[in-house]
């Protein structure tokens, strides 16, 4: 005898068929990622307090530029300081080898004369190998990352001092310098404001809208749950008047900097392959359960290797940006780095143990501590008490989210 | 009848969303085992949480009288004080630490702030010797067999004096042996007046040594039934009569009819590994599967049983992508070709999947969604233009949800959060989703209730139906027995019997399974 049994529902499960209401959808979209919707709105509330403290001052054009400037390198630093806290590893090397490829970019075009291009180059070239270095005895021969970054960041700061014999070596051609001090050109007729960044901006805007609605298309020909037209419109409006604010501010002073293309460039480049390449969700599942990912196909080793390598590669890149601000090489730069990129991953979002964290919640937790260190210098708040609070900032952040994680929990 | 040592009475607790318990009434009576049953869901380890103050007094709704009196406990230290210790599924010891230390943990022997290791000592031998483990006090708890572990957690359970213990799932990751000791001892501390209660799905235990059985469903109570007057008594309930009373219907059939696989190379040998030896990983002296041969054709579910340490999940492990142990020997066809498997991805691009017996640590990211869970194996045949097509993804991962009846809201759901029959079937997702020749299931309903085991039955039957070969992999004869079409048995590494569907019973299995090395 066969009998076709329904198997009982769970007493948890919720009636399907039913549309949630879209109330629900916004708080569930919100719940789900707290804490970078959290530090969004810190980040804001941040902002606008130092608006007011400064009388304005922190939103002016030139302080803009000025922020953007100094926290560029910290913000390249960030965002592959996240991928390495997703895929489960630490690097505490990073402000080491800031200062190595800084100090050979130094020898390489001060001593050499070497034209400034090949040099970059090259010094990326660098980076890549101390990424490499570190990422063969992490992925292959299975030391701890923390002790491998450990070791790396006495060994490449003593390389460092060895290039340099003590010394900083300055200057830089003016090409290099751009990286961190320039903007790009103006072109067209003269108008009230920067020309290519009102392009920019234009095309920003359009990207980001044009990438919504391909979305929302694709979600409702797949017959998967959208939000409503209205809440829709009203993010797109927003997204729209954000970009727009900030391209006018930038564009009444020098316009983009280029450290901003390059970190805007790297945002994009990055989030996009840690979101939707298949080695980026290969990340995500190591960091999230190493014995799993590897029994699901997941080449852990080569992952791993990869994600230091890119770490090495990003550590140059902010290297050269931070040379070239400084105008100099020297033994002392990128000191404390490694924990500024740390911090900033983890107000961010990431976590202890893996697994979690956005490309774009490192950089949102890199302006947290940037426009903090910005507003406090100009309200005239000394260093002492900058560290104090930026680490109160840190702890606040992150209890926050452990806070909010126990109450969805119970 | 002897007087209630605990009541807890209209019991209600709810989670934003979800009633879990409502109006839930249980009596334990003095020195009684009492047993709780019900699906995954039903509501049983909520109610020992808010027995055990795990959920403190105000939490939820009702009343508990312990010993007559009404209690409120605000901690789990709080019911420790009255003698109710609760020893969980996953067990809460510290594996580089000593039986002894293990034992006192919070509760040290010490004299001014000072641990008296002489006190230590003996009082945990003297506990260990209670519960039957004859192991030194100083060895490190990692050094010892999940089985023993459990011994220990009771031993620990006894150094607080209890008077209620609660065992939720006990013999769950034990062998029969350890599982028949571990019983045995439950009914020994009757005898001492300490009242049980254990939360199992294995109905011939609680038929062995359960006094009676309260059955929960849905949060709710359904009935207490008596399973025997006297602790002498045989028992006087069936198993079917607990089913009935778990899933409210009458189960006829546990398992699904199979259905035959009618393709043209039915028949045909899907899956073929000669002469397979592995060594331990660490111990190269130990050969832990030894010159293993079996075939599996398509359309065939073919069963492997064997007990603890027979090297079943060894061998399935070693021949995907050799993640277990060192490689000495053997072959692997797969549809005739032979394969090398060397690593994972080898493994899959070859057409072979392995559903590992143990979700947690080997099946699931568990802080990741259900959704990236399905996917993860098949990334590659996800992509256009290079990249994973996320609304693709997502369509896939809402198929398998409405398939393979995966309660969740959406799939965006964390599998952490889901129950273990639910996190099963998102296994299963995943590897079905990878398209494979071959599907090695290992223990496929290890811990999930009999409802959603027949779900998962249902799927395997499918899955074969369609013409993939399965292997699989169970410490459960009758389930074997109810599925496969073919068994396999081994002990101590090598294969010792192979049996025809028509041909096992579990007496000829279980002599095979413990065929010694002569």
């Known amino acids: 005898m066969t009998t ?5 529902r769970d007493a948890s499960a919720a009636p399907s068929g039913q ?10 979209a919100l719940r789900g990622n707290m804490r970078q919707y959290g530090m969004l709105i810190a980040l804001a509330f941040i902002i606008v307090l130092f608006q007011i403290w400064t009388d304005g001052t922190l939103l002016l054009p030139n302080n803009v530029s000025n922020l953007i400037q100094q926290n560029g390198y910290i913000l390249i630093l960030a965002m592959g300081m996240m991928i390495v806290i997703i895929a489960g590893h630490i690097d505490l090397s990073v402000g080491s080898v800031v200062a190595f490829v800084g100090a050979m970019s130094a020898v390489m075009m001060v001593k050499h004369d ?17 990424g490499a270095w570190q990422g063969y005895f992490i992925a292959y021969v299975g030391i701890p990352s923390f002790i491998v970054t450990l070791a790396g960041m006495l060994l490449f700061r003593g390389l460092t001092q060895i290039v340099l014999e003590g010394q900083s070596i300055a200057p830089f051609p003016e090409g290099f310098q751009n990286i961190a001090k320039g903007f790009i050109p103006e072109m067209g007729p003269y108008t009230q404001y920067h020309n290519p960044t009102l392009l920019l901006g234009l095309a920003a805007v359009v990207f980001l809208l044009l990438r919504e609605w391909r979305d929302r298309r694709r979600q409702l020909a797949y017959g998967l749950d959208v939000v409503p037209t209205g809440i829709w419109v009203a993010k797109c409006t927003a997204i729209t008047a954000a970009v727009v604010a900030f391209t006018l501010t930038l564009a009444s002073f020098h316009g983009v900097p280029v450290v901003m293309l390059i970190t805007g460039g790297l945002l994009i480049g990055l989030g996009y392959v840690m979101r939707n390449a298949v080695i980026g969700r290969h990340v995500y599942a190591l960091g999230g359960n190493k014995a799993a990912a590897k029994l699901s196909g997941v080449k852990d080793k080569r992952v791993t290797f990869l994600v230091f ?33 740390i911090a900033a991953s983890f107000i961010g979002g990431a976590s202890m143990s893996g697994g979690v964290g956005t490309v774009m919640g490192a950089v949102i937790g890199g302006l947290v501590l940037g426009v903090l260190n910005n507003g406090m210098s100009l309200v005239g708040i000394g260093t002492d008490y900058q560290q104090v609070i930026k680490g109160l900032v840190l702890l606040a952040a992150v209890g926050f989210d452990v806070w909010n994680k126990r109450k969805a929990g119970k | 009848m002897t007087r209630p040592v605990l009541e807890m009475r209209g019991i209600t607790k709810t ?38 103050g795990v959920y403190p007094h105000g939490s939820y709704e009702g009343e508990i009288r312990f010993e007559g009196e009404p209690v409120a406990f605000k901690d789990i230290r709080a019911s420790e004080r009255h003698g109710i210790v609760i020893i969980h599924q996953e067990l809460a010891l510290i594996p580089y630490l000593s039986i002894a230390e293990n034992i006192f943990l919070g509760n040290e022997q010490a004299k001014r702030g000072l641990i008296d290791w002489n006190d230590t000592l003996r009082s945990a031998s003297r506990l260990l010797r209670r519960v039957g483990l004859r192991e030194k006090p100083q060895t490190p708890v ?15 359970a006894l150094s607080k004096e209890v008077k209620l213990l609660i065992l939720d799932e006990p013999t769950a990751a034990l062998n029969d042996e350890d599982s028949a000791k571990l019983l045995d001892l439950i009914l020994e501390l009757r005898e001492q007046g300490i009242a049980s209660i254990i939360i199992s799905h294995k109905l011939n235990e609680i038929r062995r040594i359960a006094d009676s059985v309260t059955i929960l469903r849905d949060g709710r109570t359904v009935e207490t039934l008596t399973v025997r007057q006297a602790p002498e008594d045989e028992p006087r309930l069936s198993e079917d009569r607990i089913i009935r009373g778990m899933v409210g219907r009458d189960l006829d059939q546990r398992f699904p009819d199979r259905t035959r696989y009618e393709g043209e190379d039915a028949g045909q040998v899907a899956l073929s590994v000669r002469g397979w030896t592995v060594r331990h990983p660490v111990d190269h002296q130990r050969t832990v599967v030894d010159d293993v041969s079996l075939t599996v054709r398509r359309g065939e579910i073919v069963g492997i049983a064997g007990l603890m340490g027979a090297g079943r999940t060894e061998l399935a492990m070693s021949v995907f992508g050799r993640s277990y142990g060192q490689y000495v020997a053997g072959t692997v ?23 590992t017996e143990d979700r947690k640590q080997y099946g699931l990211n568990l802080i990741d969604n259900i959704n990236r869970n399905i996917s993860l194996a098949s990334l590659p045949g996800m992509r256009r233009r290079g990249v994973v097509d996320e609304h693709h993804e997502r369509r896939v991962a809402e198929r398998y949800r409405t398939t393979m009846n995966i309660k969740a809201p959406t799939v965006f759901e964390q599998v952490g959060r889901l129950s273990g029959g639910n996190q099963q079937k998102v ?41 993939k070969a399965v292997l699989f992999i169970s410490s459960e004869l009758p389930e074997l027995l109810g599925m496969c079409d073919r068994i396999y048995t081994m002990a101590e590494g090598r294969l010792t019997g192979e049996v025809s569907r028509a041909e096992a019973t579990q007496e000829v299995l279980m002599r095979q399974m413990t065929q010694n090395r002569s």
């Open chain 2, 142 to 156: 990692a050094d010892i067999g999940v089985g023993k572990q459990q011994l220990v957690e009771i031993a620990k």
């Open chain 1, 4 to 8: 076709t049994t329904t198997p009982p």
């Open chain 1, 309 to 341: 390598v890119n770490m090495g590669v990003l550590a140059a890149l902010a290297g050269c940006v931070y040379a070239a601000r400084l105008n100099a090489g020297t033994p002392q730069a990128g000191l404390n780095f490694e924990l500024e990129a």
């Open chain 2, 15 to 52: 989670f934003p969303g979800v009633k879990a318990l409502c109006e839930v009434n249980l009596t334990v009576r003095a020195g009684e085992i009492h047993a709780i049953c019900g699906e995954n869901g039903a509501g049983k380890s909520t109610l020992m949480k808010v027995l055990s």
């Open chain 2, 333 to 355: 066809e797969v549809g005739g070709r032979e394969v090398v498997t060397r690593t994972v991805p080898a493994a899959i691009e070859a057409g072979l999947a392995y559903c």
């Open chain 2, 427 to 467: 296994v299963l997702s995943k590897w079905i989703h990878a398209d494979p020749e071959v599907l090695i299931l290992d223990e496929p309903t290890r811990g999930i209730d009999v409802g959603a085991k027949y779900e998962i039955y249902t799927v395997i039957d499918k899955l074969a139906a369609q013409g």
């Open chain 1, 19 to 28: 549309r949630p209401s879209a109330g629900a959808v916004l708080l569930q």
């Open chain 1, 114 to 130: 070497m034209p400034w291009v090949l040099a970059l180059v090259l010094s990326l070239l660098i980076g890549a190998v101390a």
